[in-house]
């Protein structure tokens, strides 16, 4: 029996592509395949599962530290400057004259509340009984519950570093997922920092631009 031209009973392994299909369609060459199979074995092999204690909503800051292991006096080196990130706050915020809107008033307190919170979190994961909340400072006014936080965020890093320095001393050793924890925590609490110092730097440059102009 003779098959219609335009509709073949079967196709021969040598026969062309059909016409009007593209190229696109083909496999990757041999080579090409293996090097693609190599690199998504490369990309399952660099994830690596999430530190113990870590939340799903910290995994992403822990990824990017997992790009250095962590070791006692990087850690230290971290506190470090989170405690110098206080202290410069500090200066800004005794500023003479300096007015805050109440919205950032507000947002300095949610901040600094959150980077004491994630402090705390680093003496706990030590083991380390974390200092009790100092009293509310009445007498710098409006700023009170900020300047209570930023004194609270000293104590606990304090205690961290003291923690750690000992352990240093002693030849201690912690666990690799607690120490990360920890450095995630300190990072964390960095940034809240970083980001209550710089709203503050802003409200003294704008301060300094009214006095230079009333002169």
Known sequence: MTSSPDKPDRISPGEPLIQGR??????????????????????????????????PAEVPQAANLTQAQPTVDSVLAQIGVAQDGI??????????????????????????????????????????????????????????????????GEAQLSAAQDSLQKLGEKGGFINPGQLLLIQTKVNQAQQEIDYSSLLVSKAVTALTQLLNTQL
């Open 22 to 55: 593209p190229e696109s369609a083909k496999l990757p060459a041999q080579s090409e395949f293996e090097s693609l199979m190599q690199e998504s074995e490369g990309l399952q092999k660099s994830i690596t599962a999430p530190p113990p204690g870590i939340s």
């Open 87 to 152: 202290g410069s706050l500090q200066t800004k915020l005794n500023t003479k004259n300096l007015q805050l809107t109440n919205s950032q008033k507000s947002l300095l307190r949610s901040k600094l509340s959150s980077s004491a919170t994630h402090l705390r979190a680093v003496n706990e994961t030590l083991g380390v009984e974390p200092p009790p909340a100092p009293p509310l400072q009445t007498e710098k006014g409006p700023l009170a519950k900020v300047f209570s936080y930023l004194t609270d």
